[in-house]
Nanobody, 120 residues
């Protein structure tokens, strides 16, 4: 299983970006897919998760500004980021907890990060 993230870049404060993460390979089922981020000198932190039940989870710092969604047909998870702030600057990592096959326990997978820079 591979997770390929895209959509990062430079944006001005108040602007918007949409990140995408495509999961490829053998995927039997998933518990959740979503995003973490890591700012320079900081620990990696949760941003948003989309659960297989349809529920979502957000960090308090992004509630009301970010929206996580999933295209089930194509195993793609999106992160729509609006009203971006300089403190949102970080490397964003795609993350999934899934099973690659029937009878195989679910485990965590990470994609390579994509850099989001919010600056004027």
């Amino acid at each position: 299983v591979q997770l390929q993230a895209s959509g990062g870049g430079l944006v001005q404060p108040g602007g918007s970006l949409r990140l995408s993460c495509a999961a490829s390979g053998s995927i039997f089922s998933y518990n959740y897919m979503g995003w973490y981020r890591q700012a320079p000198g900081m620990q990696r932190e949760l941003v948003a998760l989309f659960y297989s039940t349809g529920l979502t989870k957000y960090a308090d710092s992004v509630k009301g500004r970010f929206t996580v969604s999933k295209d089930n047909a194509n195993s793609i998870v999106y992160l729509q980021m609006n009203t971006l702030r300089p403190e949102d600057t970080a490397v964003y990592y795609c993350h999934a907890h899934l099973s690659p096959g029937r009878g195989i326990h679910s485990r965590a997978y990470w994609g390579k990060g994509t850099l989001v820079t919010v600056s004027s």
